[in-house]
């Protein structure tokens, strides 16, 4: 879990596979190919549901900060598991999500303002209350992306909901906001 600032707190994409798997012993369960109860997995082995869950968040990185490096990265492992996705999809539905994101420009929801005035915070809310699969949204300041930082926020909070560099026309009602996603 972390803040987002406005007295929102969000699960990371990894919390929710931790919390699930909480109650089994370290290895799997007994019986579990290559997990006895007690036995560990060793340092520098994640859980398939932990890389499958960090590919998506790694190309959502990769599209809020345009660093190549973690679409890099993600699209190595989406390569890696081509064959599962390919033979057994439904095996694997976070790693569909993710090439999912990969294959299309997402949806961006910058939004611009004081990060923690109520205004900005109602417009961050209501950009995650509307269900959109390949959206992103940030802010335009600190590690983002340059064409987000040239979306100025004239009088308060304002939020734009752009594909590429296209953007439509900037709102300051978490309403207007929600239909235009």
Known sequence: MYDTGCGMRRRSPIDGDRRRHHHRAPGGPPGHPGGRRGEGRGPGRARRGDVRAAVLALLRLGKITEREAFTVAAEKTLQSFAGRLAQFPQAV?????????????????????????????????????????????????????????????????????????????????????????
């Open 93 to 181: 539905p976070n790693m569909l999500k993710a090439l999912d994101f990969s294959l299309q420009e997402p949806k961006r929801v910058v939004v611009s303002g004081k990060p923690a005035a109520l205004p900005t915070c109602r417009l961050v809310q209501a950009a995650h209350s509307v269900y959109q699969p390949n959206k992103i949204v940030l802010g335009n300041t600190g590690p983002v992306e340059p064409f987000a930082r040239t979306l100025p926020a004239k009088d308060g909070a304002l939020a734009y909901v752009c594909t590429g560099t296209a953007c439509l026309q900037p709102t300051d009602n978490p309403r207007t906001l929600k239909d235009l996603l």
